[in-house]
């Protein structure tokens, strides 16, 4: 089978989005199927990517680089040039295009359109976010024509793939058909994240010997609220094993690290990003994986790709979110504990009972570990596969 992929996001861009593609991607390349990739050059420190078309563990990509330029203008210099660069190459047996980002969604719409090929819509989120410096009425005006083009990709989709089952519940709810609409979540690397002893050396290098390390590894962004984290660790101090090990770069890192030496506290370690190949060798100082979120309804229908990498790693996980998707993994599980969010002081006292349960931590990872190979990237690009095959009326080889 060809399938054509349209996205905004694929290595070396380091969000879920691009992850999810390429894990994907390379799996069904090996599978004996050639897929071809439409995606926007990324910036790097030095400027753009070198090469706009190459081959990545055999998949055939191709990078749109163009002046960028923001506003209605941009969008359409994009959207014309993912519908090039994806009429070419020759028919695929099938299209497909993720959104958030319109002009590429947009883009496999009108590709399999005029190729008259089905046309796979991948959802990994609902619905447009407005810009935050519109006024409330433009807000209002820009979220209703978002959901407008929104309605119209999902109508015009041959099927729907979403990442959570709260999108389908969604769709659901606005009318879409259950049967057209299929969920694939993201997952990780089982071959890459697994459970094991930590390293001596990088444990004592960090000063976290004989310390119950919580460990919170991902962008440090707003949306994780991670003030009240170090809030709950001043709580600690003193009184308890619970250290807490914070991994990784984002827009709060700096606040962070200067509340931090306000508040005077020894038990919390900063280190910086790493790639994801060094992030198993970190995952395994921690004890517990802290999956911090704020308490906003958007985190309801989320899941961090945090979550998925402690359960590889057979981590008991700590999840402080709103009741949602990543809660209801967590309890059908029972790979970890639910914690409201931002509530520094359930917090804290949660994590220090569970530093004094050697039982409860014992089961928690024998279950996360249990559960884990459903959310492996092997599966779900299988299934996600099979999902595009259908849509293309391909019936896939077995065995």
């Excluded at 990545?56 to 990509?61: E, L, Q």
């Excluded at 330029?69 to 994009?78: M, V």
């Excluded at 729907?160 to 089952?165: E, Q, R, S, W």
């Excluded at 409201?340 to 409860?360: H, Q």
């Amino acid at each position: 089978m060809h399938i054509l992929f349209l996205s905004d996001s694929f290595p070396p861009d380091g969000n879920e989005r691009a992850a999810r593609l390429y894990e994907h991607a390379r799996r069904w390349v090996a599978a004996g199927h050639r897929v071809r990739v439409v995606v926007r050059a990324p910036h790097a420190a030095d400027g753009p990517v070198a090469k706009s078309r190459e081959s990545v563990a055999g998949i055939d990509v191709v990078r749109i680089r163009f002046r960028r330029k923001a506003g209605l203008f941009g969008s359409l210099a994009e959207f014309g040039s993912a519908v090039l660069a994806g009429l070419r190459g020759g028919r695929a047996d099938a299209v497909v295009a993720a959104l958030p980002r319109r002009s590429f969604a947009f883009a496999g719409w009108l590709v399999a359109s005029l190729r008259r090929r089905p046309f796979v819509l991948e959802l990994n989120e609902l619905t447009f976010a407005p810009t935050a410096s519109i006024d409330g009425e433009r807000r209002r005006a820009r979220r209703g024509v978002s959901e407008r083009l929104e309605a119209f990709l999902v109508r015009k989709a041959t099927t729907i793939v979403a990442v959570t089952y709260a999108f389908k519940e969604e769709l659901i709810g606005r009318g879409v058909a259950a049967e057209k609409v299929a969920v694939v979540t993201n997952g990780v690397d089982l071959a890459t994240y697994v459970p094991s002893a930590g390293d001596g050396m990088l444990l004592e290098q960090l000063g976290l010997e004989g310390r119950f390390v919580v460990g919170f590894v991902g962008q440090h962004g707003t949306q994780y609220a991670l003030d009240k984290v170090l809030d709950a660790a001043a709580r600690l101090q003193g009184r308890s094993a619970v250290h807490f090990l914070f991994v990784g770069e984002g827009a709060t890192r700096a606040s962070l690290i200067q509340r931090q030496r306000e508040l005077d506290l020894h038990n919390v370690t900063f280190y910086g990003g790493l790639p994801e190949e060094r992030l198993p060798a970190i995952w395994s100082l921690c004890d517990v994986a802290l999956v911090h979120v704020r308490d906003a309804r958007v985190f309801e229908t989320v899941i961090p790709p945090m979550l998925f990498e402690a359960m590889g790693m057979g981590l008991p996980v700590v999840a402080a979110c709103p009741a949602g998707e990543t809660t209801r993994i967590v309890r059908s599980t029972d790979c970890g504990i639910v914690v409201p969010p931002e509530e520094p002081r359930l917090l804290a006292d949660s994590l220090d009972r569970l530093a004094r349960d050697a039982e409860t931590m014992a089961r928690l990872a024998r279950h996360c570990a249990q559960a884990a190979p459903r959310y492996g990237r092997d599966l779900l690009a299988r299934e996600m596969l099979g999902r595009v095959a259908a849509a293309a009326g391909i019936e896939l080889r077995t065995g």
